[in-house]
């Protein structure tokens, strides 16, 4: 296998020793070490300094990584100053986070997810579980890839690249369906797990739902879905203990 | 449900690959719960039990952006657990158990990526003079440390996870109303997290108004089954 490819196996583990200290740093040096090995034999000193370079502070999303890990080690090869590569990794952290976050944390992710729990309560099961697997990570595989390719091309030009790439013109697009997709999901998984039960219990469950989002919303980041239904279950424990 | 040594370490065998796909391998997306909980139902002969165990705790997940630095529960062994629960139970009765279960072992999954992060940080700094000398054997030791560490934590939480429900299905008794209760309690709760999840990602842009669509055609689709 060639360095672009074990360069690419290697991103998919780009937050291997994720840390404090220098966030995905340590990772992106470890994709973009084999990358670098003709750079040994032409000039060992560079070498050097550009493997102390690769593995210096970064952090964005993982999936577009490879963009920063391509356009660095091109401007390796091109021998642009260090002090210059050192910036343009500082550069890059800010977009490639939230381009990477929009369009897939808050984007891919949740679309997929919402079409794929109505496929499984649908009656699709498993189904919606297999066809989630393979349709995300077509996109997550040539994502990586394209990062990789456009990166190393581009390099110290890869800002540019970037601004005029699929990334920034998608992401609106994949938002409104992730939208649709999660509204849609809410009420075909709320009948499906109420189904048996009766009239008053739902109205039961919608109200939980209602203090929900609107304790959510009331204490912000502090109460997320996971403690308000921690505080839930221990309010209804304690209530059913008293009724008793 | 009796489950076989066999089965507990092909659990345990699944929960560490599901663990580990969360951050530091892949990313493949199979730590999402309904995914991690429909195998672990397989896996224990009930797939139904995995998939109502891993859609409630899906909910939960969809109210989790895992940005930067942010501290965020680790849901896939979590579903794991909540999967055993849930085997071979009437859900009706067990899904409060499981999905409170399955939130305790997320939220302490949450915790041990902290300290798994602190380790690799006080490994980097035992390494800082051969990354600083340009080693890039150093930097593929670092990795291959960061992932054994974090295949280990995967592997504890999901066995703290199973010893979990494998206790509360041991010693925990609910008479029947509190049961159907907490079954309820975590569903709206559920709920309530996805819901609040999507409007906090839509904002006040267009994206609300396809997720007040979506929830118009997904409540009439629901009214026609």
């Not at chain 1, 550009?50 to 593995?55: I, K, Q, Y």
Request: one cysteine or more.
């Amino acid at each position: 296998m060639n360095g672009t490819g074990r360069a690419l196996l290697r991103l998919f583990s780009v937050q291997g020793v994720w840390n404090y200290e220098r966030m995905l740093g340590v990772g992106v040096g470890y994709a973009a070490e084999p990358l670098l090995e003709d750079l040994k034999a032409k000039d060992p000193v560079r070498h050097s300094e550009a493997v102390v370079r690769s593995a210096e502070f970064f952090n964005c999303n993982p999936n577009l990584a490879g963009l920063a890990v391509g356009a660095t080690v091109r401007a390796e090869y091109d021998s642009a100053p260090g002090p210059q590569i050192a910036r343009l990794r500082t550069a890059l952290c800010s977009p490639l986070g939230a381009l990477g976050d929009q369009l897939f944390w808050a984007g891919l992710l949740p679309a997929l997810v919402g079409a794929a729990l109505v496929v499984v309560v649908l009656g699709g099961g498993l189904w919606g579980i297999i066809g989630f697997l393979v349709a995300y990570n077509i996109v997550h595989v040539w994502t990586a890839s394209w990062s990789l390719r456009t990166g190393l091309a581009a390099g110290m030009g890869v800002g540019a690249a970037i601004g005029s790439s699929w990334v920034p013109r998608s992401i609106p697009r994949v938002g409104l369906a992730a939208g649709f997709a999660v509204g849609l999901a809410a009420p075909i998984v709320a009948n499906w797990y109420l189904d048996p039960f009766g009239r008053l219990s739902v109205v039961a469950v919608l109200l939980v739902a209602a203090l929900g989002v609107v304790s959510g919303r009331l204490f912000g980041p502090r109460m997320t879905g996971g403690r308000f239904a921690l505080v839930a279950v221990l309010l209804t424990l304690v209530c059913r203990l008293i009724l008793r | 449900m009796i489950v076989t040594p066999l089965v507990l370490l092909s659990l345990i065998v699944w929960g560490t690959l599901v663990g580990l796909d969360l951050v530091s391998v892949a990313q493949t997306m199979i730590a999402r719960p309904f995914v991690a909980g429909g195998v672990a139902g397989v896996l224990l002969g009930d797939p139904m039990a995995g998939l109502r165990a891993g859609v409630l705790l899906e909910l939960f997940a969809l109210d989790v952006l895992p940005v930067g630095a942010a501290r965020y529960p680790d849901y896939g062994p979590a579903t794991i657990a909540a999967t055993v629960v849930l085997a071979g139970a009437p859900w009706e009765l067990s899904l409060g158990l499981a999905g409170t279960i399955g939130l305790l072992v997320s939220v302490l999954g949450g915790w041990s990526l902290q300290q798994l992060r602190r380790m690799n940080a006080e490994a980097v700094q035992r390494h800082a003079a051969a990354l600083a000398a340009g080693d890039s054997a150093a930097i593929r030791r670092l990795q291959y440390a960061g992932i054994l560490r974090d295949a280990v934590r995967s592997a504890l939480l999901t066995a703290v996870g199973l010893a979990g429900a494998w206790g509360a299905q041991r010693w925990l008794t609910l008479d029947r109303r509190t049961a159907v209760a907490l079954t309820l309690v975590v569903i709206g709760a559920g709920l309530a997290a996805a819901i609040g999840g999507a409007l906090r990602s839509a904002g006040r842009g267009p994206r609300r108004n396809w997720l007040a669509a979506g929830l118009v055609v997904g409540a009439a689709v629901a009214a026609f089954l």
